[in-house]
């Protein structure tokens, strides 16, 4: 099984209802732990599934083509990669789990989450965004790249990086984890909510609602999207997200994001405690 399935690109993964998170869309199997009757399976998105063999459970490896040796609806977990298919058949717990490691490297082909979808996986959008890879591009490119994310517009990103305060050309490398958590999380709430109005998006030459200053627009990156920023309170080059006080901003919405960023960061930094003290 560990030859067929690890270093492979899983095209499917099939498990009982409700189990979650799950791996995301061709990511990739990084390897196959057994430990007694456990089996476990980790892919490079940090995701990891554990099959609890009880009464007549196993795992069973099939050709693409070929007949399983018993019905569908026995199977508890499917995987399928290029030419193979394994089965985990009979009674067997199965439970899901992220690896929260900042660190791991996640496969930079195959599409990024969608963010469009019920329950998105955010974390692992955060983990592709802050790959060393993209160390060089700007926050704004790296948000449009597909392997970073997919179901998001040009105008989440604009409009997302101006309540963040943050220059649309940072280089993603000189962003902290949190920084980085806490523009998904906003471009998360930006999918899913819409925009009531735009600040920065088609407003080339209007005041900045938050500064007065002029708002401009250039186009960017491969794909040559127009990203539109305000050319004083986004200035700044490779900042990290301070939140400015409170009571300066006028925008609800600033506000909001401006509280979660710093919600997020103390997060982060719990996390990283309690990981210090094993
Ligand atoms: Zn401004």
Do not use: K
Not at 64 to 79: G, Y
Not at 131 to 152: E, K, Y
Not at 206 to 221: D, E, K, L, M, N
Not at 235 to 254: C, H, I, K
Request: glycine share 8%; aromatic share 8%.
């Amino acid at each position: 099984m560990r030859t067929a399935l690890v270093n492979q690109s899983s095209l499917r993964v099939d498990v009982v209802a409700g189990l979650w998170p799950l791996p995301s869309e061709h990511s990739v199997i990084e390897s196959i732990h057994r430990d007694g009757r456990c089996v476990s399976i980790e892919w490079d998105d940090g995701i990891t599934i554990e099959t609890w063999l009880r009464w007549r459970g196993s795992w069973e490896l099939y050709r693409s083509n070929q007949m399983w040796r018993l019905p569908m609806s026995f199977a508890r977990v499917v995987i399928e990669v290029p030419g193979w298919t394994a089965v985990c058949f009979g009674s067997v717990a199965v439970d899901s789990y992220r690896m929260p490691d900042r660190h791991r490297h996640p496969q930079s082909g195959g599409v990024g989450p969608d963010l469009r979808r019920e329950g998105v996986d955010l974390g692992a959008v955060a983990t592709r965004l802050f790959h060393p890879t993209r160390a060089a591009m700007s926050i704004f490119d790296a948000l449009g790249d597909p392997h970073v994310l997919i179901g998001s517009g040009n105008v989440d990103r604009s409009e997302v990086l101006w309540a963040l305060e943050l220059s649309p050309f940072t280089p993603v490398g000189e962003l902290e984890y949190d920084d980085v958590w806490t523009i998904v999380q906003a471009m998360g709430r930006a999918v899913r909510d819409g925009h009531r109005s735009l600040s920065v998006y088609g407003r080339v030459g209007q005041p900045c609602v938050r500064c007065g200053s002029s708002i401009t627009g250039a186009r960017q990156g491969e794909d040559r999207r127009m990203a539109y920023w305000c050319t004083a309170c986004q200035a700044g080059d490779g900042q990290r997200l301070v939140p400015p006080p409170l009571l300066e901003t006028s925008m609800p919405a600033d506000v909001l994001y401006l509280n979660e960023a710093r919600a997020a960061r103390q997060r982060v930094r719990i996390f990283d405690d309690l990981r210090d003290f094993g």
